[in-house]
């Protein structure tokens, strides 16, 4: 079965601008997660959602938001983008909530902001 | 801020030889799980082992876990090129529903 997929793959936006990043996860799962990663920070955790919920949150100014769809599709959306925000952006999905589950990782969405 | 460290934090070797990448994280967890990212791609799960196991293996893979030293240890068998990739762990703290990552061993094989 398809694994998560992200769109857009890439992007470039310019400062003060917002973006969308999209995530199908895995037909059945219902839980997505969203990660960022950064050369001087690593992956970092952004948020869960589970049955539309947002379950759990990482440390990230409120600039940075998501939401799931009621067919477990989630949106992540970073507002007044700043150059820090130049990431890889990986969703993820797993079957339950993730804990105790494995996580399965899309290719991610590079966001650069100039 | 990361939970783990990951050791070493690169790696050369040459192909044919085994290659071990060590994880210490600092609280007590529900699961540890190794992934591979190739440059500039997502992340492939590769094993996940859970707070009472203490072994497990998947085709070269072996990954051993020691909770009371919160460690744990990746090994890849007879390496091959394509396995050039960075690897890191994550753990599952317990009560958390998120994955803590370490920053990562940059593994390089060489033909």
């Known amino acids: 079965k398809a694994g998560v997929t992200q769109t857009p793959r890439y992007l470039i936006k310019t400062r003060g601008q917002q973006v969308t990043l999209s995530c199908s996860p895995i037909?059945?799962?219902?839980?997505v997660s969203w990660y960022q990663q950064t050369p001087g920070q690593g992956l970092q955790f952004l948020f869960e959602?589970?049955?539309?919920?947002?379950?759990n949150k990482g440390n990230f100014p409120g600039r940075f938001s998501g939401r799931q769809f009621s067919n477990s599709r989630s949106e992540m959306n970073v507002s007044t983008l700043e150059l820090g925000d130049s990431a890889l952006y990986l969703c993820?999905?797993?079957?339950?909530?993730?804990?105790?589950?494995?996580?399965?990782f899309g290719e991610g969405s590079w966001l650069t902001v100039v | 801020s990361q939970q783990g460290e990951e050791d070493p934090q690169a790696l050369s070797i040459q192909e044919g030889e085994n290659a071990t990448m060590n994880c210490s994280y600092k609280t007590s967890i529900n699961n540890l799980q190794w992934y591979r990212q190739n440059s500039g791609r997502g992340l492939v799960h590769l094993i996940l082992?859970?707070?009472?196991?203490r072994e497990k293996h998947s085709g070269r893979l072996r990954v051993t876990l020691d909770t009371s030293k919160k460690s744990s240890s990746l090994l890849i068998t007879a390496s091959r090129a394509a396995d050039t990739a960075s690897y890191f762990c994550?753990?599952?703290?317990?009560?958390?529903?998120?994955?803590?990552f370490g920053q990562g061993t940059r593994l390089t094989i060489n033909p």
């Open positions: 993820a999905s797993s079957l339950r909530e993730s804990s105790g589950n494995t996580i399965y």
């Open positions: 082992i859970r707070s009472n196991e």
């Open positions: 959602y589970f049955s539309e919920t947002q379950r």
């Open positions: 994550a753990t599952v703290p317990l009560g958390a529903q998120k994955l803590v």
């Open positions: 037909s059945g799962h219902r839980s």
